[in-house]
């Protein structure tokens, strides 16, 4: 059965990804944006594009008239965005869930993160950094909606965006295992979920098969790529005075310091759970897994 999916952040990182499996599976999707002309050039010719502004709750409302289902993958963490943080990412969702619940649209899925909890982040001293994720948890668990939180690891990305010229250098270190995960796996699950009823009320976590140290994915890399990579730590407290020093001028990097103190301090139980996670994914979802090996070897093993 083909349904009218419409997918707010739909050109954002992750979200390119759910229209893309999507579109694939032939159900027709809308994407919300500002800029029709760049949204196309990103989402492609098969995608409905309703050129407007999430921050604005009466595109909001023209924006889901005729939908089955709403996927919610918004984020505003860029440079650009960074200080709409608040309007698209909190005031945004709760809009969409209002305007949803007067329009008959039921299902509705919510890319959250991995695992969001109050009492860690407080002891980091950087409750902020989860403050509006969970609340809008809280108001999708007050609601009568036919929800689904997903909770999102990282991408494997996050690896790469650290390894230059033969050194992974880690503000901190990455001493601790994170999970990761493909972002098109992350599209290829948010699509079913989408098309499923019976998920509602559920939160799971998306992870790939295991969760990794920076350490490890240096040697990883060293092995499959045959070139060694060292890992090389930095003081977390640069980065937290480079932060201070451009706070004036945009809060990006303050905001990049907090998720760094996270990473390098990310629950060891929930990183042993991840197999378990991953497993579940399986049970649920009919994909076959991108793993970080597979990452690998496409990005940094030369083709024949």
Known sequence: MV??????????????????????????????????????AVVGSDVDIFEGDVTHTGDISKALQGMDVIVI??????????????????????????EAKKLNISRLIYMSGYEMRADLLDELKIPEFGAIKIEVEAALHASDLNWTILGDAPAFDLFFAFLRGGKMTVPGGGLKAIPTISAEDVGEITAQTALREDLGGQRIRL???????????AELVSEITGVTVRHLSIPLTAVRVVSALLYPFTPFPRYLYKSLILLNNFPSDLADEVPRDHQKLLDLFDYKPRTL????????????
């Open 207 to 217: 992870t790939g098969p295991r969760a990794y140290t920076f350490p490890e994915v």
């Open 73 to 98: 993958c918004l984020a505003a963490m860029s440079v650009k965005l960074i200080r709409k943080m608040k309007a698209i990412e909190r005031d945004a969702v709760l809009n969409i869930m209002f």
């Open 293 to 304: 090996e597979i990452e690998i070897e496409s990005r940094l093993c030369p083709k024949d």
């Open 3 to 40: 349904k009218k999916i419409i997918v707010f952040g739909g050109t954002g990182y992750y979200g390119r990804t759910v229209v893309t499996a999507l579109v694939a599976r032939g159900q027709m999707v809308r994407v919300v944006s500002r800029n029709a002309e760049g949204a196309r």
